[in-house]
């Protein structure tokens, strides 16, 4: 079983992973392999973009792993913990999705043991450091601060996690890094871990393996700003020249890639300044979107097209439009998501809106779900999925859609199927005045009809292939394509 390890590094990484769940969710193709282990390196365990990132991956762990493996369709994907990819778990790493740092709560002063340190060393090190960077605590990570990043994560490599990932890892298996270029933890972390992966004399089990490994990153240039606070040891106005010097040095010193992918915007309203902490929770973005896009992008390439060296990507629009909608997408990008976000907001809108009027359907009294919704523990973690606060699919997708430079494909406040698609017109057939388009009649209808052919005796597994169903018959004969 082909896996794809994605290295999500510091808090972009977390909310990169965020989107990239809610594709998957929705049943968005990831070619090439048939589990994604996401592995989240942050430093900061109260990071709250990491910690909604963390609850959606689990409760969406639970959904997938009810229903198991299938060629299409919502949460088709396996998506698994560093713990569950093999059989022969002897407890050394957790079931988490969380890299363990081993609860680091203490200064960067003490974690190098400074007082202990010759006076020549000390010299050194305070060419290399400030004194807030010798007094900053690492519990709320690096703080935009690479150089404190550099020293904790080069230990990754000897971690119990990295060497449980090395033994069960796989001739067929690939590598992906999401990271931002202009903070810390991100900045230092994914040269770092590329390099000590890909290190010939690097002491890991299947080493070989690990250094032909197709692998891939993408690289997130600044996008955001934050608001200006005296004291504040995040400035967004030095993101430009952090991202200069980094790129500098990738020019030179990343080796190992087939395939590295860039992305940036001009940023817009500027965020809370919060250097880390549950305070850091930040709206979802386009270009959080866009990157975990390119983790699909990228498994769609096979080996062979990796043979000319590393493919360099970036993404851009054929229009500086404020308001991105599914026909500012290039084709491959609308096809890669257009369809399977519709189809899941259907269903999200359905399961809120519709669901409780269909109580006299026969869909509904075979599948009995007076007794399901509300009640059974599926059906709730559904319910989260698409209606948490914190992480859930609808709020995810207001999110993308108050940022300046909005992801706005859907008129979320509808209560109309038909007008849920900005910029779709919907096929009905003139000669039949019933005909009304994707309305509530058709969907029930459907769901009446589809629920007497699928052959599934699990209710839950049941209710999830008769809405899989019926949303791609409602995408396919009732949606013009744009």
Not at 310 to 332: I, N, S
Not at 436 to 455: C, M, T, V, W, Y
Not at 459 to 469: G, M, N, S, V
């Amino acid at each position: 079983m082909a896996k794809l390890f994605i290295f999500g590094i510091g808090g972009t990484g977390s909310r990169v992973i965020r989107s990239l769940t809610m594709l998957l969710a929705a049943g968005a193709e990831i070619k090439n392999c048939e589990r994604v282990v996401p592995i989240i390196i942050d430093p900061d365990a109260q990071n709250g973009d990491m910690n909604r990132t963390v609850e959606l991956l689990k409760t969406y762990k639970r959904i997938q792993k009810h229903l198991g493996l299938r060629d299409k369709g919502f949460f088709k994907t396996d998506i698994s913990t560093l713990s569950n990819i093999a059989n022969d778990t002897d407890g050394v790493v957790q079931d988490t999705f969380v890299y363990d740092f081993g609860g680091i709560n203490q200064r960067f002063r003490d974690y190098i043991n400074y007082n202990s340190l010759t006076p020549g060393t000390k010299s050194v090190v305070d060419l290399l450091f400030t004194q807030d960077n010798l007094e900053s605590p690492l519990t709320i990570g690096f703080r935009g601060s690479p150089n404190v990043g550099s020293v904790v994560l080069n230990k990754i490599v000897d971690s119990p996690e990295i060497q449980y990932f090395a033994k069960n890892f796989q001739k067929s298996d690939r590598i992906f890094f999401i990271s931002s270029i202009f903070g810390g933890t991100g900045a230092a972390g994914f040269p770092l871990l590329l390099k000590n992966l890909k290190d010939q004399q690097a002491p890991l089990a299947n080493a070989g393996y690990i250094q032909d490994a197709i692998t891939g990153a993408i690289t997130v240039l600044p996008y955001f700003a934050l608001q200006a606070e005296d004291g504040s040891v995040i400035d967004s106005n030095t993101f430009i020249t952090k991202t200069r010097a980094a790129l500098s040095y990738y020019e030179h010193h990343l080796k190992g890639l087939e395939a590295l992918y860039y992305i940036a915007d001009t940023p817009d309203a500027p965020y809370q300044n919060q250097p880390g902490g549950s305070g850091q929770q930040n709206k979802a973005h386009l270009v959080e979107l866009l990157s975990a896009m390119a983790v699909l992008d990228f498994m769609d390439y096979n080996a062979g097209d990796f043979s000319a060296g590393t493919l360099y990507h970036e993404y851009g629009f054929t229009e500086d439009t404020r308001e991105v909608q599914f026909g500012h997408l290039a084709p491959e990008s609308k096809e890669k998501i257009a369809e399977s976000l519709s189809r899941f907001l259907y269903f999200a809108k359905y399961f809120n809106d519709l669901l409780k009027d269909d109580r006299d359907s026969p869909y509904y009294k075979n599948l009995e779900l007076q007794n399901l919704l509300g009640k059974d523990s599926l059906f709730k973690d559904l319910d989260r999925i698409i209606n948490n606060p914190d992480f859930g699919f609808l709020n995810w997708l207001r999110e993308l859609n108050s940022n300046q430079r909005s992801f706005a494909p859907f008129n979320l406040s509808t209560d109309d199927f038909n007008q849920l698609i900005k910029g779709k017109e919907i096929i009905t057939k003139s000669w039949n005045i019933f005909d009304k388009g994707i309305s509530h009649g058709f969907f029930r209808n459907e769901l009446d009809a589809a629920e007497k052919q699928i052959p599934e005796h699990d209710r839950f597994r049941k209710f999830i292939q008769l809405f899989d169903r019926v949303t791609e018959k409602a995408f396919n004969e009732k949606v013009k394509t744009v």
